[in-house]
């Protein structure tokens, strides 16, 4: 689907399907549902960083393909710091600029897919974290906000020993 919204044949009126969710976020709380993501937002971080437009992310078609496989294996799972719901899956990859790479998920909404309106668990966005990474991780674990936690997985993100010493 990745392929066909960068060629322009993905119907417009669908979100596409990320994956059906994983075990791990079901134990988080979120329902077994289909995880979808817009095709405006997918555009979005696909579109090379630029400071003219936060909302442009710089990842490649290849780092999106893979989102379905990293969210079964996180690195780390917390709550939102926006008490908004959302829970942030951190991948165990970086972007061009060695950021984390985040996944956040609003749990248990619906939107249109296939023609249809369904249940599902909404991808907000995937970017890279660069700017503040360590202090967001120390507010996560302050405001008892951490989830989950893959010591192996964090490494890959440099963030293990932040973890540990937390």
Same mark, same amino acid.
């Given at each position: 689907? &990745?392929?066909? &919204?960068? $060629?322009?044949?993905?119907?417009?009126?669908?979100?596409?399907?990320?994956?059906?969710?994983?075990?791990?976020?079901?134990?988080?709380?979120?329902?077994?549902?289909?995880?979808?993501?817009?095709?405006?937002?997918?555009?979005?971080?696909?579109?090379?960083?630029?400071?003219?437009?936060?909302?442009?992310?710089?990842?490649?078609?290849?780092?999106?393909?893979?989102?379905?496989?990293?969210?079964?294996?996180?690195?780390?799972?917390?709550?939102?710091?926006?008490?908004?719901?959302?829970?942030?899956?951190?991948?165990?990859?970086?972007?061009?600029?060695? $950021?984390?790479?985040?996944?956040?998920?609003?749990?248990?909404? %619906?939107?249109?897919?296939?023609?249809?309106?369904?249940?599902?668990? %909404?991808?907000?966005?995937? %970017?890279?974290?660069?700017?503040?990474?360590?202090?967001?991780?120390?507010?996560?674990?302050? /405001?008892?906000?951490?989830? %989950?936690?893959?010591?192996?997985?964090? /490494?890959?993100? /440099?963030?293990?020993?932040?973890?540990?010493?937390?």
């Amino acid at each position: 689907q &990745v392929d066909e &919204v960068i $060629a322009g044949t993905h119907d417009r009126h669908n979100a596409i399907k990320i994956c059906d969710t994983p075990q791990i976020l079901i134990d988080v709380g979120c329902e077994q549902l289909p995880i979808l993501y817009t095709q405006n937002h997918l555009k979005d971080a696909l579109h090379p960083k630029s400071k003219l437009n936060s909302h442009w992310h710089g990842l490649t078609p290849e780092q999106i393909k893979q989102i379905p496989e990293l969210l079964k294996t996180p690195a780390i799972l917390m709550d939102s710091l926006n008490n908004d719901g959302s829970i942030i899956a951190v991948l165990p990859m970086l972007d061009e600029d060695n $950021a984390p790479i985040f996944a956040t998920i609003k749990p248990n909404g %619906y939107g249109v897919y296939e023609s249809k309106i369904v249940d599902l668990n %909404y991808m907000l966005s995937i %970017y890279g974290k660069d700017k503040g990474f360590e202090n967001y991780i120390k507010k996560i674990i302050e /405001q008892d906000k951490l989830l %989950y936690w893959n010591y192996e997985k964090s /490494q890959v993100i /440099q963030c293990a020993e932040l973890l540990m010493a937390q």
